[in-house]
T-cell receptor, first 113, second 114 residues
Framework: SQELEQSPQSLIVQEGKNLTINCTSS?????LYWYKQKYGEGLIFLMM?????EEKSHEKITAKLDEKKQQSSLHITASQPSHAGIYLC?????????????FGKGTLLTVNP | DAGVTQSPTHLIKTRGQQVTLRCSPK?????VSWYQQALGQGPQFIFQ???????QRGNFPDRFSGHQFPNYSSELNVNALLLGDSALYLC?????????????FGSGTRLTVV
């Protein structure tokens, strides 16, 4: 099974609608990173969550970390076509001794105008 | 402020050949990580370089090797290419001890092995 599960795998929404993407880790989370990727391109850093209960926002995107559930959610309010892309969560599962991120498979978001 | 620069952007190689990919980190960053992203998958960690040494390695064979130069730039070398090595190779830079600031990724090198 995957160390980091993202759901849903894909999502199609109408412009203006709200949506949520979830990321669940099978291991202890020491840090959780959210990235956005346009098809075949590099990853754009959105935000990083480190502490349980932490919530961060950037423009219309909000991410929360539930340390006990080892889960993070990414919420987009009033979606726009510019939000379309692949959203990836990356986990630091080993704390300070670890230097790698383990990524989920991503969630493909399509926003229809 | 230049971000992470990777070259080349696209590459086509034949099975059995060797390839070198290059990465210049974001200004001010001293650590470089390499990831392999197959189609439809999330990036997989290959290794990380800091102070010109490999600091951690993922589950990749010895055919994958790297180097970091004094100016923090890095190379990824893959020997004896296999068809399965076809992927997007991403370089990410960061500042040691400041992972909370995030890892900055380049646009990647698309490697096709035929």
């Amino acid at each position: 099974s995957q160390e980091l599960e993202q759901s849903p795998q894909s999502l199609i929404v109408q412009e203006g609608k709200n949506l949520t993407i979830n990321c669940t880790s099978s291991k202890t989370l020491y840090g959780l990173y959210w990235y956005k990727q346009k098809y075949g391109e590099g990853l754009i850093f959105l935000m990083m969550l480190q502490k349980g209960g932490e919530e961060k926002s950037h423009e219309k995107i909000t991410a929360k970390l539930d340390e006990k559930k080892q889960q993070s959610s990414l919420h987009i309010t009033a979606s726009q076509p510019s939000h379309a892309g692949i959203y990836l969560c990356g986990a630091d599962n080993s704390g300070g001794s670890n230097y790698k991120l383990t990524f989920g498979k991503g969630t493909l978001l399509t926003v229809n105008p | 402020d230049a971000g992470v620069t990777q070259s080349p952007t696209h590459l086509i190689k034949t099975r059995g050949q060797q390839v070198t990919l290059r990465c210049s980190p974001k200004s001010g960053h001293d650590t470089v990580s390499w990831y392999q992203q197959a189609l439809g998958q999330g990036p997989q960690f290959i290794f990380q370089y800091y102070e010109e040494e490999e600091r951690q390695r993922g589950n990749f064979p010895d055919r994958f090797s790297g180097h970091q130069f004094p100016n923090y730039s890095s190379e990824l070398n893959v020997n004896a290419l296999l068809l399965g090595d076809s992927a997007l190779y991403l370089c990410a830079s960061s500042l040691a001890g400041r992972q909370i600031l995030g890892y900055t990724f380049g646009s990647g090198t698309r490697l096709t092995v035929v």
